[in-house]
Structures are given as structure tokens and as C-alpha cells.
């Protein structure tokens, strides 16, 4: 298994190639291509823990990048002054940041924690808006507390722009 060091440092020499136009779209399409070309080298518990394999195929066509919270710069230089120092850190902190960049968050109150952000999903099964905590993982949709009978993916820009949201 090749070390996280190195790992780290291979992962930002991509980026540092690929990344010409420097738009936080462009970061994550060239960050998703090097996970999609990287998974045999992550230890098969951290790809299925972290779910390495939805965000190295996942559409981001479809998602709000432009809206969300992703501080591509902040997360290259974090990468490069702080590196994870195992593989399953390193897949924690990819999943980190694909999740940041793919999910709009909104200044709502949780009503579980009182956080005062949570994220936008939709139900896999209906374009249905549920709203997250990322604190203490509080639930909701428009009509209360989610009941969690679906499987949730990140909110598409087109149904956020249909619920009025951007």
C-alpha cells in the first residue's frame, strides 16, 4: 500500500496539472477524476466507508458547485501544509471536500442543536428537499422531522432553482 504521504503529495500534483481555469467546478471534476483513477490504492474499508466510489462517479453536471461553501484554495493549501497522515485520512478528507462541494447549505436553525447552517439534500425517490445538520445529523422537510424512509444524494440545481433556493 503506498504511503499517505506520498499519496497526498501524488493527489496535489495532479490537482497542481489539471487545474488551469481554477473554478472550484474544475477542482472538484479534476479531484473526482483522481479518485475515480485512485480507488485500488485506498484500503477497501475506507472506500466503502467513505463512499469513494458514488464520488468518483457522481454527476456534477447536476450539482450547485458555484452556491456552495467549497473554499477550493483553502482545502489545496490544507492538503499541502497538513497532510493526512494515513490513507483512510486522506479518503475522510477527499469525502470531506466532495461533500462540501456538492451541497448547498442554508442559514437555517437545526431544531435538534440550534446549529445555524444545515445542507440541502433530496430524496433519491422524489425531488423532495430535506434539510441536514451536519452537527448532530437533525433531519427535516417541509413539513418536520424527516422520516428517513429514502435514500438521500445531494440537491440538484435544478430542483434547488425550482424550490427558489438560488
Not at 469525502?95 to 436553525?109: A, E, F, H
Not at 440550534?114 to 427535516?140: F, N, P, T
Amino acid at each position: 500500500m503506498i504511503r499517505a504521504h506520498r499519496l497526498t503529495k501524488d493527489l496535489l500534483d495532479f490537482l497542481a496539472l489539471k487545474m488551469r481555469a481554477k473554478t472550484s467546478r474544475e477542482f472538484l471534476q479534476a479531484l473526482q477524476a483522481w479518485v475515480g483513477k485512485n480507488l485500488g490504492v485506498f484500503p477497501d474499508e475506507s472506500v466503502s466507508a467513505f463512499r469513494l466510489e458514488y464520488y468518483a462517479k457522481i454527476s456534477l453536471s447536476e450539482l450547485p458547485i458555484e452556491q456552495t461553501n467549497l473554499r477550493f484554495e483553502e482545502e489545496l493549501e490544507r492538503l499541502g501544509t497538513a497532510p493526512p497522515s494515513t490513507a483512510d485520512s486522506l479518503a475522510m478528507r477527499i469525502r470531506d471536500i466532495l461533500w462540501s462541494g456538492v451541497t448547498l447549505t442554508l442559514p437555517m436553525v437545526c431544531d435538534q442543536c440550534h446549529a445555524d447552517w444545515l445542507r440541502v439534500l433530496q430524496e433519491i425517490c422524489s425531488e423532495r428537499l430535506v434539510y441536514v445538520c451536519d452537527r448532530c445529523g437533525w433531519a427535516e422537510n417541509g413539513d418536520g422531522r424527516w422520516s428517513g424512509q429514502s435514500e438521500l444524494m445531494p440537491a440538484h440545481t435544478q430542483v434547488l432553482r425550482a424550490q427558489g433556493l438560488i
